[in-house]
């Protein structure tokens, strides 16, 4: 190292070369509390991507996630999977927001149900919304206190309503329990069969995302993505918020009216209806 006496090229050549180790080591310490804080264990919610935006709306979080993992992060995730995980969708000018609803017609992909297809599925539609009601009132004391505590009246980008920095793997557990036994009881076969194709529907979608991470190159963020399954609870039952969620349970539903779901047991749908709109 150069001392005070030094030619002053020499000090500054020293003083980048300080400033560059400096840079790498902050570097380093943010892709290690990156990987801690994603790690599947951990059970936090929060940034996944490391990155806050405080003060930003939540498609503007939206945007950053699904930017980073699709062209900044080298995975080029499908979109597909990123927004069968969260509640950010892709629009149709490439943007990325969370829209009030599955329709919304500034989304690439929106999910849109026929007044025939609508028709086809109330009866099941107000079946899972009273459910879910009777769930909520039959919560533990305990459960009710917990979910308060993770979480957020305000709608966030990709995690919904998740508080940020909350533990959530106890409450998870919990939920799951207490959800279990209530699907159990009879007159619930309707929202049973929603969770039952929701769960395998979203881990499709992590399968999908997790191949793309899988090249050699992208080693250092494995843990990052597999920790991104667990802070969106891909492998778990969704919490009851993103049930009602119009992005999650309108695609049920149409998939239920277009035959391409089978519907809950004893529930028939009346067969194609034509929508008075398309007939000439």
């Known amino acids: 190292m150069s001392g005070p006496g030094a030619p002053a090229s020499v000090r500054r050549r020293d003083a980048a070369t300080f400033g560059a180790i400096i840079l790498a080591s902050l570097a380093l310490v943010g892709v290690l509390w990156l990987l801690a804080r994603n790690a599947d264990s951990a059970g936090v919610s929060g940034s996944i991507t490391g990155v806050e935006l405080p003060g930003h709306s939540a498609s503007d979080v939206c945007a950053n996630w699904a930017t980073y993992w699709t062209t900044e992060s080298g995975v080029d ?14 629009t149709t000018d490439g943007g990325w927001i969370v829209p009030g609803n599955a329709a919304d017609d500034r989304l690439l992909r929106p999910v849109v149900l026929s007044d025939g297809e609508q028709a086809q599925v109330a009866n099941l539609e107000t079946a899972i919304m009273s459910q879910l009601g009777r769930f ?48 159990e009881q009879p007159g619930n076969q309707e929202l049973a069969a929603y969770i039952a194709w929701a769960i395998p529907y979203r881990q499709a979608a992590f399968a999908q995302f997790m191949q793309a991470c899988s090249s050699d190159d992208l080693d250092y963020l494995s843990a990052t993505c597999d920790g991104t399954g667990d802070t969106l609870s891909v492998n778990h039952i969704p919490w009851t918020w993103d049930l009602r969620s119009s992005l999650l349970l309108d695609t049920y539903l149409r998939g239920v009216a277009t035959g391409e779901i089978d519907p809950p047991p004893g529930y028939e749908i009346t067969g194609p209806v034509t929508d008075e709109s398309s007939t000439s």
Do not use: W
């Not at 499908?78 to 950010?88: F, Y």
């Not at 305000?154 to 329990?177: F, N, Q, S, W």
């Open 77 to 90: 995730a499908p979109p597909e999977a990123l927004e069968t995980m969260s509640n950010c969708r892709q």
């Open 136 to 183: 909520d009132t039959s919560m533990s004391t305990d459960l009710e206190d917990r979910i308060d505590r993770i979480y957020d009246p305000a709608m966030k980008g990709v995690t919904a309503h998740l508080r940020d920095g909350e533990p959530i793997g106890a409450t998870r557990r919990l939920y799951e329990d207490e959800m279990n036994a209530f699907l």
